[in-house]
């Protein structure tokens, strides 16, 4: 895992999701799992997350809500789409509603199969998250320091 400068805040959206893959987002954070210890912080504030974490897919009633999330979180941000319905659409793929997975919303960097997602897959690619994102902040940084 890559060293980390800054805890991520992460904030987690349920989509349409049937609430499987939340309970197991849930179950990370508990002691058993405990995603903490990666350095993460749950928050619900999206205008101070950095990682958009989405279970479920988009439909019409959801996606200006995705879109809008997505849009108030500051730059750099990652995201990551935990099991198959927030991934393609999953099993609700063909209801008459459903759009897709989230990245017919959003921009998604990493996809998390499972039907439902198991915790030790939804922490893998949390820490990609991570890794992501101390990546990005320091492009960010560089970039702001030649600009300075
Ligand atoms: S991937 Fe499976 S468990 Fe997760 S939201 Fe979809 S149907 Fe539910």
């Given at each position: 895992?890559?060293?980390?400068?800054?805890?991520?805040?992460?904030?987690?959206?349920?989509?349409?999701?049937?609430?499987?893959?939340?309970?197991?987002?849930?179950?990370?954070?508990?002691?058993?799992?405990d995603?903490?210890?990666?350095?993460?912080?749950?928050?619900?504030?999206?205008?101070?997350?950095?990682?958009?974490?989405?279970?479920?897919?988009?439909?019409?009633?959801?996606?200006?809500?995705?879109?809008?999330?997505?849009?108030?979180?500051?730059?750099?941000?990652?995201?990551?789409?935990?099991?198959?319905?927030?991934?393609?659409?999953?099993?609700?793929?063909?209801?008459?509603?459903?759009?897709?997975?989230?990245?017919?919303?959003?921009?998604?960097?990493?996809?998390?199969?499972?039907?439902?997602?198991?915790?030790?897959?939804?922490?893998?690619?949390?820490?990609?998250?991570?890794g992501?994102?101390?990546?990005?902040?320091e492009?960010?940084?560089?970039?702001?320091?030649?600009?300075?």
């Open positions: 895992m890559a060293n980390i400068t800054r805890s991520p805040w992460l904030l987690h959206y349920d989509g349409s999701s049937c609430n499987g893959c939340d309970i197991e987002v849930l179950a990370c954070l508990t002691p058993v799992y995603a903490e210890r990666f350095g993460i912080v749950n928050t619900g504030d999206p205008m101070q997350a950095d990682i958009f974490l989405i279970t479920g897919g988009v439909n019409e009633q959801n996606i200006p809500v995705v879109k809008q999330l997505y849009e108030q979180m500051p730059e750099p941000k990652v995201v990551v789409a935990v099991g198959v319905c927030a991934c393609t659409g999953g099993v609700f793929k063909d209801c008459y509603n459903i759009i897709g997975g989230a990245d017919q919303a959003i921009p998604v960097d990493i996809y998390v199969p499972g039907c439902a997602a198991r915790p030790q897959a939804i922490i893998d690619g949390i820490v990609k998250a991570i992501l994102f101390q990546e990005r902040l492009n960010s940084e560089k970039e702001s320091d030649k600009v300075g």
